[in-house]
């Protein structure tokens, strides 16, 4: 059962932007967090942005000023609009949820969407 799904990743050249969106199933309900982690293979996956239900936004400092999360409760979705995007951000992206469904409280997470930053 899918349950996040991603899409808006692909290729750019440095400087230019994407925008990411991921969408929740409808039977994820009460989702205090949405996320974006990122990972190079052979490293760790890194939280990039998140955006919980109560209070502010928090970004990683590589991303700063350039990088941008909202979520729209209704739809169930987070997006990432990315600016001025450099090599260094190549990676999987990934979308995070902590949501309910019938079965309680629980992590989710999307499948990944590949963002590549190359001239």
């Known amino acids: 059962q899918v349950q996040l799904v991603e899409s808006g990743g692909g290729l750019v050249r440095p400087g230019g932007s994407l925008r990411l969106s991921c969408a929740a199933s409808a039977s994820i309900h009460s989702i205090y967090t949405m996320a974006w982690y990122r990972q190079v293979p052979g490293n760790e996956r890194e939280l990039v942005a998140k955006?919980?239900?109560?209070?502010?936004?928090s970004y990683e400092d590589s991303v700063k000023g350039r990088f941008t999360i909202s979520r729209d409760n209704a739809k169930n979705s987070v997006y990432l609009q990315m600016n001025n995007l450099q090599p260094d951000d190549t990676a999987v992206y990934y979308c995070y949820m902590y949501g309910r469904s019938t079965a309680g409280f629980k992590h989710y997470w999307g499948q990944g969407t590949q963002v590549t930053v190359s001239s």
């Open positions: 955006f919980p239900l109560i209070g502010g936004v």
